[in-house]
């Protein structure tokens, strides 16, 4: 569902610069949000 979202809405804005940026910014926000979901919202921990 989410790629569908960003399809329709990059076809929809291609053409406006700024409503593209917007489109960027939550295709950003989908992925941080579905990373945060798939690992519990946890942290890996580096060197320890």
């Known amino acids: 569902m989410k790629d569908t979202i960003i399809k329709k809405l990059q ?22 949000a579905e990373k945060a979901l798939t690992d519990g919202g946890k942290k890996k921990k580096e060197g320890k």
């Open 11 to 32: 076809q929809a804005t291609c053409d406006k610069t700024e409503l593209n940026k917007k489109v960027v910014r939550w295709q950003k926000s989908l992925k941080e």
